[in-house]
Nanobody
Framework: QVQLVESGGGLVQAGGSLRLSCAAS????????MGWFRQAPGKEREFVAA????????LYADSVKGRFTTFRDNAKNTVSLQMNSLKPEDTAVYYC???????????????WGQGTQVTVSS
């Protein structure tokens, strides 16, 4: 059974930092793209960042480029999202997702985590 379990969300002041982690289990993810998405109240789920598990190639949404970094730890089978210089508009539920072979910025991912809340106060 494939599981993606996010952790690390919370409340932070604007300008602060948080690190989210996604623990992946239940299959081999070596050929998978691991994506991060977020969904704010009343808005559609949007792409944030993604990383190819094997190559380490990454892609970021323009809104987070230069502030967020995603990376993986092969030994721990986890993917993380380091979020710096957080803004109130980053407030959302953040989801980890996985899909085979290629990064896409749509929500067309095969597996999803349950989400973790990030709240940035002004």
């Amino acid at each position: 059974q494939v599981q993606l379990v996010e952790s690390g969300g919370g409340l932070v002041q604007a300008g602060g930092s948080l690190r989210l982690s996604c623990a992946a289990s239940g299959r081999t993810f070596s050929s998978y793209a691991m994506g991060w998405f977020r969904q704010a109240p009343g808005k559609e789920r949007e792409f944030v960042a993604a990383i190819m598990w094997t190559s380490g190639n990454t892609l970021y949404a323009d809104s987070v480029k230069g502030r967020f970094t995603t990376f993986r730890d092969n030994a721990k089978n986890t993917v993380s999202l380091q979020m710096n210089s957080l803004k109130p508009e980053d407030t959302a539920v953040y989801y980890c997702a996985a899909r085979p072979y290629v990064i896409v910025q749509t929500t067309n991912y095969e597996y999803w985590g349950q989400g973790t809340q990030v709240t940035v106060s002004s």
